[in-house]
T-cell receptor, first 118, second 109 residues
Framework: EPEVTQTPSHQVTQMGQEVILRCVPISNHLYFYWYRQILGQKVEFLVSFYNNEISEKSEIFDDQFSVERPDGSNFTLKIRSTKLEDSAMYFCASSEGLQGVSGANVLTFGAGSRLTVL | GQNIDQPTEMTATEGAIVQINCTYQ??????LFWYQQHAGEAPTFLSYNVLDGLEEKGRFSSFLSRSKGYSYLLLKELQMKDSASYLC??????????WGAGTKLIIKP
């Protein structure tokens, strides 16, 4: 079964350092997402990406965050200068279409990258 | 504002039936999703409702009432492996998923 792969599975960094989280979405999917989940809290939307540009972003996704699709397969999330409150599990997800358009267009999530900022 | 409400935690017994409720207030509605999330893992899709009524899928069923802004997930013949968080999410007018905080389901033998 096709899957979304994420690397690294766990990263520990010092406050103020740059972090890049990597994702390989499912190959025939067109929509890519980053979500985060602080331990014990709800899943929070960060950004969606379609047709090589950001389609939606949340208030969380400020100037410290950026996304890129550098080649035909990778989708990256960069945090320029990490803060303690960026410690969370970051999930990449992809889907064939928008959720609720022509059926479910289910989100498939990767296993996540746990970021710990010290 | 947009809001999804679910109970924080529920406990049930192995072999029993449990119903997890979700109420929502969103700008627009393009379907309601239920995802299962085991501790430390990614959410996985369980069900999708866009029309009123019951959708059955094996031991799991999901119900929707759009007029009441209400859904429930029904789990039958509970197994220990069903211990997980169950996330309710609504697709709004922009096809953006609005997530509930999740209901942690604890199954006891």
């Amino acid at each position: 079964e096709p899957e979304v792969t994420q690397t690294p599975s766990h990263q520990v960094t010092q406050m103020g350092q740059e972090v890049i989280l990597r994702c390989v979405p499912i190959s025939n999917h067109l929509y890519f997402y980053w979500y985060r989940q602080i331990l014990g809290q709800k899943v929070e939307f960060l950004v969606s990406f379609y047709n090589n540009e950001i389609s939606e972003k949340s208030e969380i996704f400020d100037d410290q965050f950026s996304v890129e699709r550098p080649d035909g397969s990778n989708f990256t999330l960069k945090i320029r200068s990490t803060k303690l409150e960026d410690s969370a599990m970051y999930f990449c997800a992809s889907s064939e279409g928008l959720q609720g358009v022509s059926g479910a267009n289910v989100l498939t999530f990767g296993a996540g990258s746990r970021l710990t900022v010290l | 504002g947009q809001n999804i409400d679910q109970p924080t935690e529920m406990t049930a017994t192995e072999g029993a039936i449990v119903q997890i409720n979700c109420t929502y207030q969103t700008s627009g509605f393009n379907g309601l999703f239920w995802y299962q999330q085991h501790a430390g893992e990614a959410p996985t899709f369980l069900s999708y409702n866009v029309l009123d009524g019951l959708e059955e899928k094996g031991r799991f069923s999901s119900f929707l009432s759009r007029s009441k802004g209400y859904s429930y997930l029904l789990l039958k013949e509970l197994q220990m492996k069903d211990s997980a968080s169950y996330l309710c999410a609504v697709s709004d007018s922009n096809y953006q998923l609005i997530w509930g905080a999740g209901t942690k389901l604890i199954i006891k033998p």
